[in-house]
Each structure stands twice: as structure tokens, then as C-alpha cells.
């Protein structure tokens, strides 16, 4: 027993040092939480979590965010000890440029990466995400005698998580749908940037917690690592409501003049402290980077038990197989992230004979049309099911007794569903949308650019795209967000302008997989456009076509999305009946259109063509690049106002004979 205190001991206090020099060296970085947090770290990697490091994806490894990302020397510190493909130099390149340890935790750059974390809060509610799709995967596929899915998410969460609207809004959802399968750390050093927490936050957390229907439990001392420990098999117990395990710390421990304070958060402890803190723990201060063999062995050991784990899982599969060999197959399809075959014979078509229809309303046929056929695709609305036209009929809702259900009930928390949905992205097997009105994806704007950044693809369903929307007024009428969510790199925005150009949209979406995906619908009726007549709706995918050409060569080039391509339509039959010979171009996606080669671009929009007008009821911002400097953008410079959409079209001249107006004067 001595001799294992002793081994812990140490290894605890290399991972404290071995944090403190890569931040030092770096000079940059957060030193002080990742010192404090060594045992906890400890506890984790070496007693709680079930991984294997030799294959980071293993479906039923549990999950870790370190939702507190600034303290990301801490789990690379043990990525490293446990045997990920992380060297040691890795640690000496923190903070460096084409580095695997970035200055947060980034998916998809060090190995053992479950979530790209560093915006407080987002890690927590990413993490019930998380929780939903291991509970949904285990609904679907787990059996008597094959209980394949049963992995728990573990998370170190801190003051500044704590104090984020998102938590507060994700707490709320997890408690309400008890997601027993979530244990979360938090770490309560009542420090933050500006000095003690108490100067803005006194709050008790714990009984928050316990109101919104967590499990809590509260430990004095983190260097405490058998009550750390007991804490976690208590949480692990507890299979009904989420875990919160509320743990003091002190900041920089170790650290003779910095710990407790605020001067260890942000910066390096400075060269002559770093001596003074090896000192403390019995190092020689004269030597960095240094990981006593022993240590290394004892957490290598602690890494290859996983393998043993993932063997006997893969056996259990492999058994799985044969007895539940559809539903095996179903999730091995998923898991490689390739569709079910015969999907996209589901998608419907519609006639230009047809009656108006909204895109919102088209949106909803496509996704009933599709979703027997794909059993993966699960979603919901922030509490707008109805007017974005987002339920799977016939489907049930995923609920606490009900955790089969595809349909999900965010509430009115726009921002924790987009943090979830990417938790759900981020689970492989899962195709997840969220909907909410385009005004409010201003709520949901940190899970769309960290979607972007990790490269998965949730799909976020936003309707009620403009002034056509009406007597809501300026307060639901968006004009800047189509811009703002064009500029965020590696975000595909697609604003389809009929029913069948929706249908596409959605094909696109489902089978895009290197970043989100926003699907942009109306509120108003639109004619849909005859698909025998005018170009093809398929075409969607190159983000701008040719719908309707001109009658010889153009002298005008009319470009629009959404519900103003069928103005520009009308406004076409009439210039074309004054002699002036107009192509119509439906481009629903800029993202799409420049993934497109040059010959395509010049097909579309000739050099020799400038003169151009868009129509589009939103911010003109942006679209010069395609207008040309001798066209010009009808479109939103001002708020929106409070009248009928027929009145608000006339009043900012979204109206055949304004178009038409417009052209002229380029001419």
C-alpha cells in the first residue's frame, strides 16, 4: 500500500510539473488550473474512465471533455502518460504552430480528443449531447445479453462553465430528461481571470444543481484522491439523474507565491517559480520535462488495460452479429458514415402544377418522406416543431422513459440544442438537426463556428428566413444573419427557392460530412417551378444554376435565393417581353458554388456579362463578388417593420415592377 501511495504520489506530481514547464515554454498558457487538477486527472485516467489508446474511436469508450479547455495541459499530459499517439515532444511543442497541442483541445488534432472545447460552457452542454446519443444508441441496439452501449461521460467543468447561460440551459435539459449516464467534475477554485470569483459569482451552485434535478454531491479537498474516487463509483451508481461532484481546489498548488491566486490562471508561473514549485514536490529544479520511468510505466500500464476492454466489446458484437444481423449491419453502415442504400428513391418530387408552397412546409414532406428509410437521422425543434415543420410522424419523442424516441423537445434553449446536436455529430451513427426561426440562430452562433471548426456535420434547420414572415415586426425579421453565417469558413448555407430545390437541400445536407450544414426556409407559400420547364432542382448542389435561360445572349443577368427567385422570374417574363434578353439564376448556396471549377463559374456568370442585379431580403453585404462593379443588390439596408408580407414586400420594393426598375438603370 506504501509503495502504490508512493507511486501515485509521484505521478501526480509529474503531471502538476510537466504542466507547468509546457506552459512555461510555450510562454503562454493556464498553468495553475491543470497543477490543481493533477490528482483529479489522476483518478480519471488511471481508476474511472473506460478507453483504450491504441484506438481513440472505440464506440463504447467512455466519453471526456474538459469543458474548462484553458487547462488543456492537464489532458494532454495524461494522453500522453496512457499511451495516446502523443509524444513527449508534443508537450515541448505546446502552443506551437502545426502542433497537436493547441493552446485548447481540438477534435481532430491530438488523438484521444473527444470534443474541440475552450468557449466556456460549450464542453458541459456538448456533453449532454453526448449523454442523449449513448442513451438513443443503447435504445436502438442494445439486447438481452448484449448490452453494447452502456459508455458514461465524464467532464471537468469549472467557475467560468459555471457562470455561462448555455450550462445553466443544458443543466435544465439534462436534469429534465435524467441522463444518469453523465458525471461531471467541478472544479470550485473560486479563481477566475480578474481576481476571486466572489467578486461576481456567490451563488450555491450545489443547491442550483440539485433544482434542476442532479445528483451532487460536495468534496472538500481534490488532493483527496480516495474520496475522488468513492465520489465516482457513487456517481457511476446513480443511473437516474446526472452527476455533479462539486471539489475544491486550489489553484497552482505547489506553487509558493501563485498558488490561490489569480496570477497563476493566465500566465506562466515565471522561471524562478517553476524551480521553487519542483522544489516543493522533491524535483530536481533544475531539470524540465522530466517523467520518471516509472511513472510513464505505471499510466502506460493504466492505458493498456483498455485494449483488453475493447477486445472483449468486439467480441460481444461479434456475437451481436449473428444473432441481430440487420440491425448490426444498420449500425456498422452508421458508424462508417455511409447512407443505407435506396434512401434517395424516398425523395419526393414535386410538380409545378402544384399549389404554393412554403419551404418550410416542403422541408417537413421531404424529412417524413426519408426518415424510415434513415434511422439514424433524429432531431427536433427549441420548442418550434410546429412552425418549422420538424416532427417525424409517426416517430416517438425521445423522452426519460422513452429514450427510442427520434423526435427530440429542446425547449427554449437555442443555444444548449446547437451544443448538443454537436455532441450528437460528434457520435458516430448519428445524423442530428436542430430548428429553431433564422432570427435566433444568433443564439446558437459559438455551436455553429465550433461545428465548423471540428469538421462534423449537424444539421441546424432555420425557417421564418425574412420580412415575409410579416406582423412579427423587426424583432423576428431577420436582414444580417444570412451574411454573418455566410462568413463563417467551412458552413455550407443553403437557401432553397422552392419545394424541389428543398428536397436537394436536404439530400446535400445528409450526405455532407466535413462540416455543418444550415438549411434556410420560408414562412410564405412559393410557386414551385416546373422541373419539365426550367433547370433542374438537382442542380442545387452546385450552389448556383441556370434556371430559366435567356432568349439569346444576355444583357441582363437576374441572380436571387429563396422565395425572390420567383420574383425574379416574373420580373424576367416581362423584360424579356420589352426586348431585353434576361438569364435567371437561382444560387442557393455560395458555399456550394465555389466548391464549383472555373469553366462551371464562367458557364453560370460570364466575364462578358456584368451587368447583374440580386435580389435578396437580407444584408447586401457580400454579394458585389457576384454582382459585379457594373450590377447592383436589392436588398435589406434597414430593419424590417411590423405589416402583412405583402405590405412590407411593397414597402421596401421587393416587387416585380422595383426589379425591373433596378435592371433598367443598369442597362
Known amino acids: 500500500m506504501e509503495n502504490t501511495q508512493d507511486i501515485e504520489k509521484l505521478a501526480i506530481d509529474t503531471v502538476r510539473i510537466l504542466s507547468a514547464d509546457a506552459v512555461q515554454k510555450a510562454n503562454s498558457g493556464h498553468p495553475g488550473t491543470a497543477m490543481a487538477l493533477a490528482p483529479m ?5 488511471s481508476k474511472a474512465l473506460n478507453y483504450n489508446p491504441k484506438n481513440p474511436d472505440w464506440a463504447n469508450r467512455d466519453r471526456f471533455i474538459l469543458s474548462c479547455g484553458h487547462a488543456c495541459m492537464l489532458q494532454y499530459s495524461f494522453l500522453y502518460l496512457t499511451g495516446y499517439d502523443l509524444s513527449l515532444d508534443d508537450i515541448k511543442n505546446f502552443r506551437q504552430l502545426n502542433s497537436k497541442t493547441a493552446g485548447h483541445p481540438e477534435y481532430g488534432l491530438a488523438p484521444g480528443i473527444d470534443v474541440t472545447t475552450g468557449p466556456l460552457g460549450q464542453g458541459f452542454a456538448n456533453g449532454v449531447g453526448f449523454a442523449i446519443a449513448q442513451k438513443h444508441l443503447a435504445a436502438r441496439y442494445n439486447k438481452p445479453g448484449y448490452d453494447l452501449f452502456n459508455y458514461h461521460v465524464y467532464a471537468i467543468v469549472s467557475d467560468g462553465d459555471m457562470m455561462e447561460g448555455v450550462t445553466s440551459e443544458a443543466a435544465s435539459l439534462a436534469g429534465h430528461l435524467e441522463l444518469g449516464n453523465i458525471i461531471y467534475l467541478y472544479d470550485d477554485n473560486h479563481i477566475s481571470i480578474e481576481g476571486a470569483t466572489d467578486i461576481t459569482f456567490n451563488e450555491d451552485v450545489s443547491a442550483r444543481f440539485r433544482s434542476y434535478g442532479w445528483h451532487v454531491q460536495d468534496l472538500p479537498d481534490v488532493n483527496d484522491t480516495h474520496a475522488l474516487e468513492l465520489a465516482l463509483v457513487n456517481a457511476k451508481a446513480e443511473a437516474q439523474k446526472p452527476s455533479l461532484i462539486r471539489v475544491r481546489s ?41 517523467v520518471p520511468d516509472d511513472v510513464l510505466k505505471y499510466y502506460h500500464d493504466k492505458g493498456a488495460r483498455g485494449g483488453a476492454s475493447e477486445e472483449k466489446w468486439n467480441k460481444l458484437f461479434a456475437d451481436y452479429k449473428k444473432e441481430y444481423p440487420e440491425l448490426a449491419a444498420e449500425y456498422e453502415t452508421a458508424f462508417k458514415g455511409d447512407l ?13 402544377s402544384d399549389p404554393k408552397m412554403a419551404t418550410r412546409q416542403a422541408s417537413g414532406k421531404v424529412l417524413n418522406a426519408i426518415a424510415a428509410s434513415l434511422p439514424n437521422l433524429i ?35 437555442e443555444h444548449a440544442m446547437g451544443s448538443a446536436l454537436n455532441g450528437m455529430a460528434l457520435t458516430k451513427g448519428l445524423l442530428p438537426f436542430g430548428a429553431t426561426f433564422l432570427m435566433f440562430s444568433e443564439y ?27 406582423e412579427d415586426g423587426t424583432t423576428h425579421q431577420p436582414v444580417e444573419q444570412l451574411a454573418s453565417l455566410r462568413s463563417i469558413p467551412n458552413v455550407t448555407t443553403i437557401r432553397p427557392a422552392d419545394a424541389n430545390e428543398s428536397a436537394h437541400a436536404w439530400r446535400v445536407a445528409i450526405q455532407k460530412k ?70 435567371v439564376v437561382s444560387m442557393p448556396s455560395w ?18 456579362y456584368r451587368k447583374r442585379l440580386a435580389v435578396e431580403m437580407a444584408s447586401p453585404m457580400g ?18 417593420e411590423s405589416a402583412p408580407a405583402d405590405d412590407l414586400y411593397k414597402h421596401f420594393g421587393f416587387t416585380v415592377d422595383n426589379v425591373i426598375k433596378r435592371a433598367k438603370a443598369l442597362l
Open 41 to 45: 486527472g489522476h483518478v480519471l485516467w
Open 250 to 290: 486550489l489553484i497552482a498548488y505547489g506553487s509558493p507565491n501563485k498558488s490561490g491566486t489569480a496570477g497563476s490562471h493566465g500566465s506562466p508561473l515565471g522561471a524562478d517559480e517553476i524551480k521553487l514549485v519542483k522544489e516543493f514536490f522533491g524535483f530536481d529544479p533544475d531539470k524540465s520535462f522530466n
Open 340 to 352: 443505407p442504400e435506396g434512401w434517395l428513391d424516398k425523395l419526393p418530387v414535386f410538380k409545378g
Open 379 to 413: 432531431g427536433g425543434a427549441a420548442d418550434l416543431a410546429p412552425s418549422t415543420e420538424t416532427n417525424l410522424k409517426g416517430f416517438d419523442s425521445f423522452t426519460s422513459e422513452n429514450r427510442s424516441g427520434r423526435n427530440f423537445h429542446f425547449g427554449i434553449r
Open 444 to 470: 446558437m452562433r459559438p455551436p455553429i463556428r465550433l461545428a465548423a471548426i471540428m469538421k462534423v456535420s449537424p444539421i441546424f434547420v432555420y425557417t421564418h428566413d425574412s420580412i415575409g414572415l410579416g
Open 514 to 583: 466535413d462540416g455543418p450544414t444550415i438549411l434556410v426556409f420560408t414562412r410564405q407559400g412559393l410557386p414551385i417551378l416546373d422541373q419539365d420547364k426550367y433547370g433542374k432542382a438537382e442542380n442545387l448542389e452546385k450552389g448556383a444554376y441556370i434556371l430559366s435561360e435567356a432568349s439569346k445572349n444576355p444583357d441582363l443577368i437576374l441572380i436571387a435565393t429563396g422565395s425572390e427567385v420567383a420574383l425574379i422570374m416574373d420580373a424576367q417574363v416581362k423584360l424579356e417581353a420589352e426586348g431585353i434578353s434576361t438569364r
Open 591 to 608: 458555399e456550394l458554388f465555389e466548391k464549383q471549377d472555373a469553366a462551371y463559374k464562367e458557364s453560370v456568370f460570364p466575364k462578358a
Open 623 to 640: 454579394w458585389h463578388k457576384y454582382t459585379t462593379d457594373e450590377g447592383d443588390m436589392l436588398g435589406m439596408t434597414t430593419f424590417g
